[in-house]
């Protein structure tokens, strides 16, 4: 009889399990049957060559994700060379006068133009234009990425760097120095890319920099040219020096030989003073002797004969000695005038040149003139002393000529004396006086011509002192008018600043261009330009989650007699309403949470619910035609898109292949679109955008229709289908 049903609950089995056994530590890890059971489930992909493949795009799932990605942002700073802006001049040339005095025009907008069109290292693929107007309008449609415009004053701005105050010309007109930074405007579009704003400052800063070191270069050369210059005007400055030293040392000896001249003349004018002096007393005495002479005369005028012929020729020597003795006080006061006008400028010359021993002749000239004398009436004076002294030697020769005629008619009339009556005591005492004054004019005619003689060598002496002066002087001057014209070229040279412009042209010269970004339809934050790339990102995420869960198309639905289209709608009208969520959401977080702004931001809210449903009408139509295995190909597809859409980097920085299937996928126009919403707002090209998404989406319905219709056909493939995802 079978035992009732006991269960063994509480046997001493229940409380002695087998857990401690030798097997326990002796599992057989590392036998084959370890890989039967993973075996049994990778079999079950052999049977299909979709399922092997399916296993291998799994597995490749992240090289793809992670070469597409690298390889489309591999290198987009070395490629933004593919990207085009363009340079608008409207730089007027600039003359400006060198430190050598040659004008110099400088065309800097030029210059630059030519340096940025057509390199390969100016950052951007750079054209010129000539409207500023067109070309920051081809901004809006990323013809070009970035507008450079160079104002009219560039050139003239630059050139106010390399030159002194008033050297600048703009045209034709002179402009007052005041040193400022040239500008250069850079205007970018955030509403076509942001990155790309970020990258023209980097652009822009080596423009700068390179129009920077340029100008430096410039200025440098302006200053060393200056130097140059002035080292040549400094050595006229030096020979000029050299010549007034060798003119001051000729005026130096000049001056020695006139003051040793002077100083013989004034010895002369002595010894001259001393002889007149002598010669004034003989005459006198002359005189004397000469009357009582005539009147003993005429007492023994009938004494002889021989008599009678002495004391003719005594007459006449009396004669002749007499107008001699007339014209001698003439000459002698001549002669003393002149000695005195000489003593008294030179010795005002000397005291003058004592005291300011640095002046120049004009200068002594100028105090001798204020003191009521000249250099001129030195001359003057010295020249009296020559001619008084001419003359009192002219007077002398006759006097001495008359002298000795009249020792003759003595000696002539003491022989007839002697017949004469030894009584004629008058006749005797007036011959002896005569004798003793004749003596003394005799004396005193040889000490006048030994003065006069001195005088005249003294005069000499001090004319040729006075002419080495003069050529001294002159030099001097010369050197002088030399020196003061160098120097003065040397100074005009030698730029002359205020504290102010010294200041403003430190400034500028550290850094001469400055460069004024314009950012077009700016976004405030980082986050914000990035915002167009990450919300439709978010939205296909979302989309492929959402059909993890939904069923693409209802198996009720598709077994009944509803037509495909109807079908197709009835499996996507829920993705629609939890998409339509999930943009509400996205937003609502975005803006109240992390803070994004938007131009149009109910523009933006519509857009963003536009790709939401597009995004899920293509997520169904993959699942409803390929079922699991779509979910892979919405992978594949984020992958590219991601690489393509210019999210981050304008796709012309991104390999070819990307550049080509962009336009072919809907992540592009989305990406556009909420760009532009964001930074700008509502414009035209949006409306392209929404057309293209909508196309996308009619498309991606239409492939859904086709999987309903399709799915009412019934196959072995789809009882026993060779791949589940």
Same mark, same amino acid.
């Given at each position: 009889?079978?035992?009732?049903?006991?269960?063994?609950?509480?046997?001493?089995?229940?409380?002695?399990?087998r857990?401690?056994?030798?097997r326990?530590?002796?599992?057989? $890890?590392?036998?084959?049957?370890?890989?039967?059971?993973?075996?049994? +489930?990778?079999?079950?992909?052999?049977?299909?060559?979709?399922?092997?493949?399916?296993?291998?795009?799994?597995?490749?799932?992240?090289?793809?994700?992670? =070469?597409? #990605?690298?390889?489309?942002?591999?290198?987009?700073? *070395?490629?933004?060379?593919?990207?085009?802006? &363009?340079?608008?001049?409207?730089?007027?040339?600039?003359?400006i006068?060198?430190?050598?005095?040659?004008?110099?025009?400088?065309?800097?907008?030029?210059?630059?133009?030519?340096?940025?069109?057509?390199?390969?290292?100016?950052?951007?693929?750079?054209?010129?234009?000539?409207?500023?107007?067109?070309?920051?309008?081809?901004?809006?449609?990323?013809t070009?990425?970035?507008?450079?415009?160079v104002?009219?004053?560039?050139?003239?701005?630059?050139?106010?760097?390399?030159?002194?105050? =008033?050297?600048?010309?703009?045209?034709?007109?002179?402009?007052?120095?005041?040193?400022?930074?040239?500008?250069?405007?850079? #205007?970018?579009?955030?509403?076509?890319?942001?990155?790309?704003?970020?990258?023209?400052?980097? &652009?822009?800063?080596?423009?700068?920099? +390179?129009?920077?070191?340029?100008?430096?270069?410039?200025?440098?050369?302006?200053? #060393?040219v200056?130097?140059? @210059?002035?080292?040549?005007?400094?050595?006229?400055?030096?020979?000029?020096?050299?010549?007034?030293?060798?003119?001051a040392?000729?005026?130096?000896?000049?001056? +020695?030989?006139?003051?040793?001249?002077? *100083?013989?003349l004034?010895?002369?004018?002595?010894?001259?003073?001393?002889?007149?002096?002598?010669?004034?007393?003989?005459?006198?005495?002359?005189?004397?002797?000469? @009357?009582?002479?005539?009147?003993?005369?005429?007492?023994?005028?009938s004494?002889?004969?021989?008599?009678?012929?002495?004391?003719?020729?005594?007459?006449?020597?009396?004669?002749?000695?007499?107008?001699?003795?007339?014209?001698?006080?003439t000459?002698?006061?001549?002669?003393?005038?002149?000695?005195?006008?000489?003593?008294?400028?030179?010795?005002?010359i000397?005291? $003058?040149?004592?005291?300011?021993?640095?002046?120049?002749?004009?200068?002594?000239?100028?105090?001798?003139?204020a003191?009521?004398?000249?250099?001129?009436?030195?001359?003057?004076?010295?020249?009296?002393?020559?001619? =008084?002294?001419?003359?009192?030697?002219?007077?002398?020769?006759?006097?001495?000529? *008359?002298?000795?005629?009249?020792?003759?008619?003595?000696?002539?009339?003491?022989?007839?004396?002697?017949?004469?009556?030894t *009584?004629?005591?008058?006749?005797?005492a007036?011959?002896?006086?005569?004798?003793?004054?004749?003596?003394?004019?005799?004396?005193?005619?040889? @000490?006048?011509?030994? =003065?006069?003689?001195?005088?005249?060598?003294?005069a000499?002496?001090? @004319?040729?002192?006075?002419?080495?002066?003069?050529a /001294?002087?002159?030099?001097?001057e010369?050197?002088?008018?030399?020196?003061?014209?160098?120097?003065?070229?040397?100074?005009?040279?030698?730029?002359? #600043?205020?504290?102010?412009?010294?200041?403003?042209?430190?400034? &500028?010269?550290?850094?001469?261009?400055?460069?004024?970004?314009v950012?077009?339809?700016?976004?405030?934050?980082?986050?914000?330009?990035?915002?167009a790339?990450?919300?439709?990102?978010?939205?296909?995420?979302?989309?492929?989650g959402?059909?993890?869960?939904f069923?693409?198309?209802?198996?009720?639905?598709?077994a009944?007699?509803?037509?495909?289209?109807?079908?197709?709608? %009835?499996?996507?009208?829920?993705?629609?309403?939890?998409?339509?969520?999930?943009a509400?959401?996205?937003?609502? &977080?975005?803006?109240?949470?992390?803070?994004?702004?938007?131009?149009?931001?109910?523009?933006?809210?519509?857009f963003?619910v536009?790709?939401?449903?597009?995004?899920?009408?293509?997520?169904?139509?993959l699942?409803?035609l390929?079922?699991?295995?779509?979910?892979?190909?919405?992978?594949?597809?984020?992958? $590219?898109q991601?690489?393509?859409?210019? /999210?981050?980097?304008?796709?012309?920085?991104?390999?070819?292949?990307?550049?080509?299937?962009?336009?072919?996928?809907?992540?592009?126009?989305?990406?556009?679109?909420?760009?532009?919403?964001?930074? +700008?707002?509502?414009?035209?090209?949006?409306?392209?955008?929404? $057309?293209?998404?909508?196309?996308?989406?009619?498309?991606?319905? %239409?492939?859904?229709v086709?999987?309903?219709?399709?799915?009412?056909?019934?196959?072995?493939?789809?009882?026993?289908?060779?791949?589940?995802?």
């Open positions: 009889m079978a035992r009732p049903f006991a269960p063994r609950l509480f046997t001493p089995r229940l409380f002695a399990p857990l401690f056994t030798p326990l530590f002796a599992p057989r $890890l590392f036998t084959p049957r370890l890989f039967s059971l993973p075996g049994i +489930e990778l079999s079950r992909f052999r049977s299909s060559l979709l399922a092997i493949v399916a296993l291998v795009m799994i597995a490749a799932v992240p090289a793809i994700y992670g =070469g597409v #990605y690298l390889s489309a942002n591999w290198n987009t700073s *070395g490629n933004v060379g593919r990207l085009h802006a &363009v340079i608008v001049n409207d730089d007027l040339a600039a003359s006068t060198g430190a050598d005095g040659t004008e110099q025009t400088i065309t800097a907008g030029a210059d630059l133009v030519d340096s940025l069109v057509g390199s390969d290292s100016a950052g951007f693929t750079w054209s010129s234009a000539t409207d500023e107007a067109d070309a920051r309008r081809s901004l809006a449609d990323t070009n990425f970035a507008v450079l415009v104002p009219a004053d560039f050139s003239s701005t630059l050139a106010s760097t390399a030159t002194k105050p =008033g050297a600048v010309t703009a045209g034709t007109a002179a402009s007052a120095f005041a040193p400022e930074q040239a500008r250069l405007h850079v #205007y970018t579009d955030d509403a076509s890319n942001f990155i790309v704003g970020q990258v023209t400052q980097t &652009v822009t800063a080596a423009i700068r920099s +390179e129009l920077s070191s340029s100008i430096s270069e410039t200025y440098l050369d302006h200053v #060393y200056g130097f140059t @210059s002035l080292h040549d005007n400094l050595a006229l400055a030096a020979d000029g020096a050299v010549t007034l030293r060798d003119g040392t000729s005026a130096s000896d000049g001056s +020695e030989q006139l003051v040793i001249g002077l *100083g013989t004034a010895s002369g004018a002595a010894d001259l003073a001393s002889g007149v002096s002598q010669v004034d007393a003989g005459s006198h005495t002359l005189a004397t002797g000469a @009357s009582s002479l005539a009147t003993g005369s005429a007492s023994v005028a004494a002889a004969a021989q008599v009678a012929s002495g004391a003719s020729h005594l007459a006449t020597g009396a004669a002749t000695l007499d107008t001699s003795a007339t014209t001698l006080p000459a002698t006061a001549q002669l003393k005038a002149g000695t005195d006008t000489v003593a008294e400028n030179l010795a005002t000397a005291a $003058l040149t004592t005291a300011h021993p640095d002046w120049t002749v004009t200068q002594l000239n100028a105090a001798l003139a003191g009521g004398g000249s250099i001129t009436a030195l001359a003057d004076g010295a020249a009296t002393v020559a001619a =008084g002294a001419a003359a009192l030697d002219q007077t002398a020769t006759p006097l001495v000529t *008359g002298i000795g005629t009249l020792a003759d008619g003595a000696g002539t009339l003491a022989a007839g004396a002697a017949s004469v009556s *009584g004629a005591h008058s006749v005797s007036g011959a002896a006086s005569l004798q003793a004054g004749a003596a003394t004019l005799q004396a005193g005619a040889d @000490s006048t011509a030994a =003065g006069a003689s001195s005088l005249a060598a003294g000499t002496t001090a @004319s040729t002192g006075a002419g080495t002066l003069a /001294g002087l002159g030099q001097l010369a050197g002088a008018d030399t020196l003061s014209a160098s120097l003065e070229v040397g100074v005009d040279q030698i730029p002359s #600043y205020t504290a102010d412009q010294a200041s403003a042209l430190a400034a &500028v010269t550290s850094a001469p261009v400055a460069a004024e970004h950012r077009e339809n700016p976004v405030g934050f980082y986050g914000e330009g990035l915002a790339y990450f919300i439709p990102l978010a939205l296909w995420v979302g989309g492929i959402m059909y993890f869960l069923r693409p198309l209802s198996p009720q639905a598709v009944s007699t509803a037509r495909p289209v109807r079908v197709a709608l %009835t499996g996507l009208a829920p993705g629609l309403l939890f998409g339509l969520l999930q509400g959401l996205l937003l609502a &977080v975005l803006h109240f949470l992390v803070g994004l702004e938007a131009a149009n931001f109910a523009a933006l809210a519509a963003t536009i790709v939401a449903l597009v995004f899920t009408a293509i997520h169904h139509s699942i409803a390929l079922g699991g295995r779509g979910r892979l190909v919405a992978l594949l597809l984020l992958i $590219l991601l690489a393509s859409a210019g /999210g981050t980097y304008p796709v012309q920085t991104s390999p070819g292949f990307f550049q080509w299937i962009s336009p072919a996928l809907p992540m592009t126009y989305a990406v556009d679109g909420v760009r532009r919403l964001i930074a +700008e707002g509502w414009t035209s090209a949006i409306l392209v955008d929404v $057309l293209a998404l909508l196309a996308f989406g009619i498309g991606a319905f %239409t492939v859904s086709f999987a309903s219709r399709s799915m009412k056909i019934w196959s072995i493939g789809k009882l026993h289908p060779s791949l589940k995802i």
